[in-house]
T-cell receptor, first 117, second 112 residues
């Protein structure tokens, strides 16, 4: 079974440019997460989707970040415009809902390493 | 303020040695998870503990959840080079295993 797929794996852009990341979760997983992991830190949740609904986006910087999961499967995370401080690894994860409000194990993708110059 | 404090931040040991890493908080968690992350990869779940005082073993790894569900430890016996990686603890404040709050991790290097 394929794991969580992310692309691109690496991206280098100049500040003020837009950038987008794509995530394909494990088939059948209804919950999808986007995390940001800064160097030397643990992952920090940006947004969580249950199917196509964003149920937790309190940590998403909404002035420049946006995300969508239109059909409840693939998801994209966009930054526009990018700033130097956005350099980080952006991780996507997915899980199966075991029961209402009970998330199963989160499976992480390899991440996209973004460098903003 | 970091909700979950992990220590030590870095650890370099010889193959065959034992080690313990810690995950501490002033907050109570409904569950706590340990992950290992290798360079260029996402974290991989090792274990979930949910009951205060719970001890789980995974081959040479022993995980313990504190009685008050505020802290946890990971003990590795006879470390091997394949154990090298970043060990992350993550806690769920609410039941349901989500959302998770991650610590900064302990970077372990096991030298052959």
């Amino acid at each position: 079974e394929a794991g969580v797929v992310q692309s691109p794996r690496y991206k280098i852009i100049e500040k003020k440019q837009p950038v987008a990341f794509w995530c394909n979760p494990i088939s059948g997983h209804n919950t999808l997460y986007w995390y940001r992991q800064n160097l030397g830190q643990g992952p920090e949740l940006l947004i969580r989707y249950e199917n196509e609904e964003a149920v937790d986006d309190s940590q998403l910087p909404k002035d420049r970040f946006s995300a969508e999961r239109l059909k409840g499967v693939d998801s994209t995370l966009k930054i526009q415009p990018a700033e130097l401080g956005d350099s980080a690894v952006y991780l996507c994860a997915s899980s199966l809902e075991l029961a209402v409000g009970q998330a199963g194990e989160q499976y992480f993708g390899p991440g996209t390493r973004l460098t903003v110059t | 303020t970091q909700l979950l404090e992990q220590s030590p931040q870095f650890l370099s040991i010889q193959e065959g040695e034992n080690l313990t890493v810690y995950c501490n908080s002033s907050s109570v968690f409904s569950s706590l998870q340990w992950y290992r992350q290798e360079p260029g990869e996402g974290p991989v779940l090792l274990v979930t503990v949910v009951t205060g005082g719970e001890v789980k073993k995974l081959k040479r790894l022993t995980f313990q959840f504190g009685d008050a569900r505020k802290d946890s430890s990971l003990h590795i016996t006879a470390a091997q080079p394949g154990d090298t990686g970043l060990y992350l603890c993550a806690g769920a404040r609410r039941s349901g295993n989500t959302p998770l709050v991650f610590g900064k991790g302990t970077r372990l290097s096991v030298i052959a």
